[in-house]
């Protein structure tokens, strides 16, 4: 079945520092990718997504790019910021929006 | 505040009990989704419903599993006869229709341990 693999976290940097977080997925067809964040105390928000291969999502300085050939969805951001420590979801949809297949997240800490 | 509420945020329940967690949608949204998210493992899709209907309830276990989408009021997902493995964070979501956007709206969770 459809499966998405995402760096275990947490990932720990100082602001300004550059960022990656690496997302890979399993799927029978061609799935739709997405990344949600989580900040503290609230509930996930979409973040960036990408319906098609080579498609770039961006969104707050976050980037990621829909790599048909390695099947990933690498999270990046050139120069991370304090309120950039949330909880980063990569997920895909290959049924319809409605069942997203999600990683199992990664947090990031931003250190100032 | 105008997002997805869910309620209780944490909930403790012993096994055999009952567990009910509710999710009000965002104002204007029909569409109402339960994610599970069991230790160490992503959000899994339980079960997608409308007003008064299961449209989807392809993940959600066969027997004690619940959950209701009323005319009036929150959905509620309801687990009878809770065991340890029950213990999670249930999160709902809700979507205005289904028109492909990939854009679920995400409340902040119910906690629920079971002792």
Not at chain 1, 62 to 68: G, H, V
Not at chain 2, 25 to 50: A, D, I, N, T
Request: proline share 4%; net charge neutral.
């Amino acid at each position: 079945g459809d499966s998405v693999t995402q760096m275990e976290g947490p990932v720990t940097l100082s602001e300004e520092a550059f960022l990656t977080i690496n997302c890979t997925y399993t799927a029978t067809g061609y799935p739709s990718l997405f990344w949600y964040v989580q900040y503290p105390g609230e509930g996930l928000q979409l973040l960036l997504k990408a319906t098609k291969a080579d498609d770039k999502g961006s969104n707050k300085g976050f980037e990621a790019t829909y790599r048909k050939e390695t099947t990933s969805f690498h999270l990046e951001k050139g120069s991370v910021q304090v309120s950039d420590s949330a909880v980063y979801f990569c997920a895909l949809s290959d049924q319809g929006f409605q069942k997203l297949v999600f990683g199992t997240g990664t947090r990031l800490l931003v250190s100032p | 505040n105008a997002g997805v509420m869910q309620n209780p945020r944490h909930l403790v329940r012993r096994r055999g009990q009952e567990a009910r967690l509710r999710c009000s949608p965002m104002k204007g949204h029909s569409h109402v989704y339960w994610y599970r998210q069991l230790p160490e493992e992503g959000l899994k899709f339980m079960v997608y419903l409308q007003k008064e209907n299961i449209i989807d309830e392809s993940g959600m276990p066969k027997e004690r599993f619940s959950a209701e989408f009323p005319k009036e009021g929150p959905s509620i997902l309801r687990i009878q006869q809770v065991v340890r493995g029950d213990s999670a964070a249930y999160f709902c979501a809700s979507s205005r229709g289904t028109e492909y956007t990939g854009e679920l709206f995400f409340g902040e969770g119910s906690r629920l341990t079971v002792l």
